[in-house]
T-cell receptor
Framework: GQQVMQIPQYQHVQEGEDFTTYCNSSTTLSNIQWYKQRPGGHPVFLIQLVKSGEVKKQKRLTFQFGEAKKNSSLHITATQTTDVGTYFCAGPGDFGNEKLTFGTGTRLTIIP | DTAVSQTPKYLVTQMGNDKSIKCEQNLGHDTMYWYKQDSKKFLKIMFSYNNKELIINETVPNRFSPKSPDKAHLNLHINSLELGDSAVYFC???????????????FGPGTRLTVL
């Protein structure tokens, strides 16, 4: 079945440093979504990318969808303590658009 | 005005017991889901219902039985609880946003189940 892997699994950064998480799918994706889960919280939708090579920005967050539509990345510039959490990518699974296969997640901690 | 709510928030029980988790969404969505998140934070879909009909059942043991009395509610009943069932269970809902797009999931706050 489809697998979606993320690296790194954990990342500790000093406040103000940049952070990047990479997402790789075993199959081509029609689109990809990103979610953030704060400690003790639930996943919250951040963004969806559809086009090959697409780049979208949300303030300090930059999302990219690979040309081959099998990988994606999330880059955070100048991290802040509010960025703490686990970031998940997710792509449509074998059942099509009704089901999401979530990536393994990257847990970001910030050192003040 | 919580969009997706779950009860209870915490559930501690003995092995072998039967328990239920309830979920309600007031977003008017057609599709609801149950996800399981283990201690390593891996998030896996268990079930999906669309307009009260089961559309996804991901090789989940028969001890888990979802029930959707109407499209705003999706409950999860678990029989004969085992230690390995300890996890956080998230309910979610979604609505089709177009053919090109995958449904955005709106998650509930989660139910932390601990089996002793």
């Amino acid at each position: 079945g489809q697998q979606v892997m993320q690296i790194p699994q954990y990342q500790h950064v000093q406040e103000g440093e940049d952070f990047t998480t990479y997402c790789n799918s075993s199959t081509t994706l029609s689109n990809i979504q990103w979610y953030k889960q704060r400690p003790g919280g639930h996943p919250v939708f951040l963004i969806q990318l559809v086009k090959s090579g697409e780049v979208k920005k949300q303030k300090r967050l930059t999302f990219q969808f690979g040309e081959a539509k099998k990988n994606s990345s999330l880059h955070i510039t100048a991290t802040q303590t509010t960025d703490v959490g686990t970031y998940f990518c997710a792509g449509p699974g074998d059942f099509g658009n009704e089901k999401l296969t979530f990536g393994t997640g990257t847990r970001l901690t910030i050192i003040p | 005005d919580t969009a997706v709510s779950q009860t209870p928030k915490y559930l501690v029980t003995q092995m072998g017991n039967d328990k239920s988790i309830k979920c309600e969404q007031n977003l008017g969505h057609d599709t609801m889901y149950w996800y399981k998140q283990d201690s390593k934070k891996f998030l896996k879909i268990m079930f999906s219902y669309n307009n009260k009909e089961l559309i996804i059942n991901e090789t989940v043991p028969n001890r888990f039985s979802p029930k959707s009395p109407d499209k705003a509610h999706l409950n999860l009943h678990i029989n004969s609880l085992e230690l390995g069932d300890s996890a956080v269970y998230f309910c979610a809902s979604s609505s089709r946003t177009g053919v090109l797009y995958t449904d955005t999931q709106y998650f509930g706050p989660g139910t932390r189940l601990t089996v002793l």
